[in-house]
């Protein structure tokens, strides 16, 4: 057994982890059917692994009662093929341990959490946060680093010191510092489950010893993903994983840096056969020209040409 087939063998969750979208109906009303159906597809396509309720997922702009009805319905259609981590972020602590609580109680095999959005704790208030959750919960947690979108930064020696409890096994690291990767795995790679959240570094994450990735495009391209991953971990056949990263990394490039993402992910699934509407309000939907845009980035990937 490899150093890399010890570190996997460490963590149940490795691989492509898919931060699933929320299909909507033309009247904003969310199509459950056309997740069943999304999920099928994912798990055929070589997934390994599924996050409803991220922010790819809209878990901000869902009710109480349709989170739960998300989870419920991932949870039948997956049927236990790969594990399932529900994201159960919220507002305030309470709601953090109640969401992550309900999930545990409905199946999940672990949560997501970032920090918690608007109040911007800072790091000694957010410590005993995630002492919190880690004290109410049995299952695995899965820190989710994005200051981008929650406006507090959870450095790599902060998140070491929360690799200490017990509960705490992975962390999504979406800062896009390739550095950050490095030094999580420098600092508590035999404690902690390094996952790549910043899809134009995949490549690169991987080949330093990351355990997988979690991304939004794989609703769109999860072969792709799951290919990549197989070619790097597994065969370690690094040219034909760098050929095809790069065909990928256009469609990659453009959600990143395109300010839209899960608008132009749903719109991608959209333009690939597997209609999951547009984001709910205030997002809108990708425009003509945006999918335009689109359509010439997915051609550039096997899987995304069309017929």
């Given at each position: 057994?490899?150093?890399?087939?010890?570190?996997?063998s460490?963590?149940?969750?490795?691989?492509?982890?898919?931060?699933?979208?929320?299909?909507?109906?033309?009247?904003?009303e969310?199509?459950?059917?056309g997740?069943?159906?999304?999920?099928e597809?994912l798990?055929?396509?070589?997934?390994?692994?599924?996050v409803?309720?991220?922010?790819?997922?809209e878990?901000?702009?869902?009710?109480?009662?349709?989170?739960e009805?998300?989870?419920?319905?991932?949870?039948?259609?997956?049927?236990?093929?790969?594990?399932v981590?529900?994201?159960?972020n919220?507002?305030?602590?309470?709601?953090v341990?109640?969401?992550?609580?309900q999930?545990?109680?409905?199946?999940?095999?672990?949560?997501?959490?970032?920090a918690?959005?608007?109040?911007?704790?800072?790091l000694?208030?957010?410590?005993v946060?995630?002492r919190?959750?880690n004290?109410a919960?049995?299952?695995?947690?899965m820190?989710?680093?994005?200051?981008?979108?929650?406006?507090?930064?959870?450095p790599p020696?902060f998140?070491?010191?929360l690799?200490?409890?017990k509960?705490?096994?992975?962390?999504?690291?979406?800062t896009g510092e390739?550095?950050r990767?490095?030094?999580?795995?420098?600092?508590c790679g035999?404690?902690?489950?390094?996952f790549?959240?910043?899809?134009?570094?995949?490549?690169?994450?991987?080949?330093v010893?990351?355990i997988?990735?979690?991304?939004?495009?794989?609703?769109?391209l999860?072969?792709?993903h799951?290919?990549l991953y197989?070619?790097v971990?597994?065969?370690?056949?690094?040219?034909a994983?760098?050929?095809?990263?790069?065909?990928m990394?256009p469609?990659?490039e453009?959600?990143?840096?395109?300010g839209?993402?899960?608008?132009?992910?749903?719109?991608?699934?959209?333009?690939?056969?597997?209609?999951?509407?547009?984001?709910?309000?205030?997002?809108?939907p990708?425009?003509?020209?945006?999918?335009t845009?689109?359509?010439?980035?997915l051609r550039?990937?096997?899987?995304g040409?069309?017929?």
């Amino acid at each position: 057994m490899n150093a890399r087939s010890r570190s996997r063998s460490k963590h149940s969750f490795h691989g492509i982890f898919v931060a699933l979208v929320t299909p909507m109906k033309p009247d904003d009303e969310i199509d459950y059917t056309g997740l069943a159906d999304l999920t099928e597809h994912l798990i055929r396509r070589g997934v390994h692994g599924l996050v409803p309720l991220g922010s790819t997922g809209e878990y901000y702009a869902l009710s109480t009662d349709e989170r739960e009805r998300v989870i419920r319905t991932t949870l039948e259609a997956a049927d236990g093929r790969v594990p399932v981590v529900a994201g159960t972020n919220a507002g305030s602590t309470r709601d953090v341990v109640a969401f992550s609580r309900q999930a545990e109680e409905l199946g999940c095999d672990g949560v997501m959490l970032a920090a918690p959005y608007y109040s911007l704790p800072r790091l000694q208030e957010l410590f005993v946060h995630f002492r919190a959750v880690n004290n109410a919960v049995g299952v695995p947690i899965m820190l989710y680093n994005y200051p981008g979108r929650t406006g507090v930064d959870m450095p790599p020696d902060f998140i070491e010191r929360l690799a200490e409890l017990k509960n705490l096994r992975y962390v999504k690291e979406s800062t896009g510092e390739m550095p950050r990767i490095t030094e999580l795995l420098r600092r508590c790679g035999d404690r902690l489950g390094v996952f790549c959240g910043c899809d134009t570094i995949a490549l690169e994450s991987l080949m330093v010893g990351a355990i997988g990735w979690v991304g939004g495009v794989a609703n769109v391209l999860p072969a792709s993903h799951a290919k990549l991953y197989e070619l790097v971990v597994e065969r370690e056949d690094y040219p034909a994983a760098r050929k095809l990263f790069f065909e990928m990394l256009p469609t990659l490039e453009l959600m990143e840096g395109g300010g839209k993402y899960t608008q132009w992910v749903k719109a991608a699934c959209g333009l690939l056969g597997h209609d999951c509407g547009a984001p709910r309000r205030p997002l809108g939907p990708a425009s003509k020209s945006e999918c335009t845009q689109l359509r010439k980035a997915l051609r550039q990937v096997a899987e995304g040409r069309r017929p």
